[in-house]
């Protein structure tokens, strides 16, 4: 039946909820699908409109952000995501200690809660600590902050430790290990040589038959979080050439990355000495004894000297983040499943990602968690429509999007 006071039924709305959220269609998409089977399948059931589901959306993500919690031992991994304009939105998500999967395998949006939500003009110390400490009423006990080692977060979160004693608070290791690379990669003339020359190459055979052969693009923003892909097709590229069966256009366009055969080598064995360690302790998370058992893995790869560098820098960072877990305690060590939420999200909001954040900022909330139907009916009649608008008025005020929109209308800024 329809939670109270609404129109259709709590099963029609987890299914377009989930159309959105899992299946990936957007919002109207959602709603012509739903349109289009139950016209297809001949139900004499009213469908739901674009409206209706971005207002599910809003009021699942609100309650998620004002309902009780259970009280107890958490760790919090709290970041910022950014678009156009001034402002920043402080996301902090979290889960009991004792619930987290570690051991058993990585940490699921469906495992997490979405705890403290804030867009900050200007991200002090101060506000993040005055955030951390309205999370830390909703949870109880936090054991464990987890960031990416960002400068406009760790000063709120030691002044948040001055206030709570036994607070650990670890850095993503995925972070740590891309600036690693980067650091590595800015003194080897030989890489920005190769990227240079990766990107002409991919230009040469952009309108070619040869098209399938373009290299994946890198990342403007945190690359070496994701150079994997390209060192993987380069790799191919090369056993191709080493076979004699590329074309002549193949040839002539990657012919050069013979004499970056020995380097390709090397910077690929970093990359195995950095997945495998990203690896283990997304699902095992750290501990005291982490270092050690990188060790151990690392013992079964080739490494080149490149990547033993790698391997020490890191082991100093997993050590120093372990030290901070108690005996037989097991912390977590990564933020990528709040960066996934992020990119959700961004996918959400669609084109409107580009006119800075919208009210379907507060829809982070309905990312998280295992929302049956029953826990969906609780939470569409706590939170009415009128509360998740008024939220969104609240905090986000007259958005970017809203400001062009004036603009566009009345000419004037």
Known sequence: PPARGGQFSVTIVRLAVDLVLQAGASMRGAAAGLALMGSRLGLDVEMPSFGAVRSWLLRL??????????????????????????CKLLVIVGCPLAKTPLGERPLRQSDLHLVG??????STDETVAAEL???????GTVRQIVSDNGSDLNGGVKLFQQKNAGVAHTHDVAHQAANVLKQRRNRDERWSEFVSK??????????????????????????????????????????????????????????????YRDALANWQSEQAVVESALTHVRTHGINQD??????????????????????????????????????????????????????KLKRLEGSYAGDGFTGL???????????TEAQAKEALEAVPKKEADNWVQRVLGTTVQMFRRLFVNTGEA
């Open 61 to 86: 993500g609100c309650h998620a952000l004002t309902c009780a919690l259970p009280m107890g031992v958490w760790v919090l991994l709290l970041d910022h995501t950014v678009q156009i304009g001034p």
């Open 117 to 122: 939500m804030s867009l900050m003009e200007h």
């Open 133 to 139: 400490e309205k999370a830390r009423q909703r949870v």
């Open 198 to 259: 990766l990107a002409q190459a991919g230009a040469k055979v952009r309108q070619t038959r040869e098209a399938h052969l373009r290299p994946p693009t890198l990342r403007a923003k945190a690359r070496f979080m994701n150079i994997a892909p390209t060192l993987r097709f380069a790799g191919r590229v090369l056993r191709l050439l080493d076979t004699g069966k590329a074309s002549s256009r193949t040839q002539e366009s990657y012919g050069w990355l013979v004499e």
């Open 290 to 343: 982490t270092a050690a058992t990188l060790d151990a893995v690392w013992s079964k790869l080739e490494m080149m000297p490149g990547a033993h560098d790698v391997a020490a820098r890191l082991r100093t960072a997993v050590r120093t983040e372990g030290a901070q877990a108690k005996p037989g305690e097991k912390l977590v060590a990564s933020t990528e499943i709040l960066e996934s939420v992020f990119g």
């Open 361 to 371: 900022s507060l829809a982070v909330g309905a990312l998280l968690g295992e929302a």
